[in-house]
């Protein structure tokens, strides 16, 4: 399977945990999305990568929430200290860099915060 | 700021018949419009795009949208219908500086 991979596919927690999520994204792809999607509503930007830099950060990207992609391959994205307004389905996404170049989604990770 | 709007939460077909998802965007400068579809606990899978050129554009699984300049309107539409088409529709804008912005989404209910 060449598309997007995430893991785990559903995580459970406790509040104040730390959890951490890992993107594999298609192997040519040099941008990286991450999205967060609550029930009932559209998907919400968190952050990008092209290669391994960082472009932009959503303001719904709090101090608790880090995302790396060190070597401009796979991803991570941590969430610190996590309250239960963190549960949600996150989802990755890549692309190739360009205009009109769409995204291709991960099938997501469920985290449910307890 | 870049915007879409789906204004119907659910829409209802019986099979066999043409559907249509509404979505109506807001954008300062040249729109780039995307439809998504999304299945229960999955990702969103790709239908299609308009970035240029012909306002009909044809996509996967036998969906098509039309974009209409003068209404703001990147309306979803199939002729047929299947009972396996019953599914979540995203409509999405891109912005600026690369990332989609959804719309809430609208639930198509196909019925046999």
């Known amino acids: 399977d060449t598309g997007v991979s995430q893991n785990p596919r559903h995580k459970i927690t406790k509040r104040g945990q730390n959890v951490t999520f890992r993107c594999d994204p298609i192997?040519?792809?040099?941008?990286l999305y991450w999205y967060r999607q609550t029930l009932g509503q559209g998907p919400e930007f968190l952050t990008y990568?092209?290669?391994?830099?960082?472009?932009?950060k959503s303001r719904l990207l709090s101090d608790r929430f880090s995302a790396e992609r060190p070597k401009g391959s796979f991803s991570t994205l941590e969430i610190q200290r996590t309250e239960q307004g963190d549960s949600a389905m996150y989802l990755c996404?890549?692309?190739?860099?360009?205009?009109?170049?769409?995204?291709?989604f991960g099938p997501g990770t469920r985290l449910t915060v307890l | 700021a870049q915007s879409v709007a789906q204004p119907e939460d659910q829409v209802n077909v019986a099979e066999g018949n043409p559907l249509t998802v509404k979505c109506t965007y807001s954008v300062s400068g040249n729109p780039y419009l995307f439809w998504y579809v999304q299945y229960p606990n999955r990702g969103l899978q790709f239908l299609l795009k308009?970035?240029?050129?012909?306002?009909l554009v044809k996509g996967s699984y036998g969906f098509e949208a039309e974009f209409n300049k003068s209404q703001t309107s990147f309306h979803l539409k199939k002729p047929s219908a299947l009972v396996s088409d019953s599914a979540l529709y995203f409509c999405a804008v891109r912005d600026p500086k690369n990332k989609l912005i959804f719309g809430t989404g609208t639930l198509l209910a196909v019925q046999p």
């Open positions: 192997s040519e792809h040099n941008r």
């Open positions: 996404a890549s692309s190739l860099a360009g205009v009109g170049n769409e995204q291709f």
């Open positions: 308009y970035i240029t050129g012909d306002n």
């Open positions: 990568f092209q290669n391994e830099a960082q472009l932009e």
